[in-house]
């Protein structure tokens, strides 16, 4: 049974690579940014949080204050995040995606939601509906795994308040 459960496994992590190979060499929009994969990395951390100092930037991916300030102007350069003064304490410096770091983490995954909608299209129903209940359980495991309930609840009510974050 442990052996069975074993090729199940494998069968769909394959399956899963397999598709992101095949969309992501053909049809994919990182081909065409000019960002190293750690300041994608950062940007998209970035959008994400909705900004963070530098500081918690640096925790988060796990490299040096020096390395930050690197990546930071690298990115400020692009016009893709702006450094910001805390209200409170002036040693910190806040970190925030400009309009156009967030359309830019929103175009790379709006491309990525289109390739798998053409894939999509051509499931049934019934297939779609399995599919739907097991990816829901995956993503609520995957959200139990990392801490990420706050995170989630904190952005559908953004969403559904519908507020404006353009932060240039």
Not at 104 to 128: K, Y
Not at 160 to 168: F, I, K, Q
Request: proline share 2%; with cysteine.
């Amino acid at each position: 049974m442990a052996a069975e459960r074993e090729l199940l496994l494998d069968r769909v992590v394959d399956a899963l690579r397999d598709i992101q190979q095949t969309f992501g060499v053909v049809e994919s929009p990182l081909l065409q940014v000019n960002l190293t994969m750690q300041q994608l990395r950062t940007l998209v951390f970035l959008v994400v949080r909705r900004g963070c100092s530098s500081q918690e930037l640096s925790r988060l991916l796990r490299v040096s204050s020096a390395t930050v300030t690197g990546l930071v102007d690298r990115l400020e350069t692009q016009g893709l995040v702006v450094r910001r003064p805390d209200r409170d304490d002036r040693r910190v410096r806040h970190v925030l995606p400009t309009s156009d770091g967030d359309a830019l983490v929103a175009e790379l995954q709006d491309s990525g939601t289109a390739s798998l909608r053409t894939l999509l299209v051509d499931l049934g129903e019934g297939d779609l509906r399995d599919l739907a209940r097991v990816l829901l359980r995956l993503r609520e495991l995957a959200f139990a795994r990392v801490g990420r309930e706050e995170v989630a609840a904190a952005g559908a009510a953004d969403e559904e308040a519908d507020t404006p974050h353009d932060r240039r």
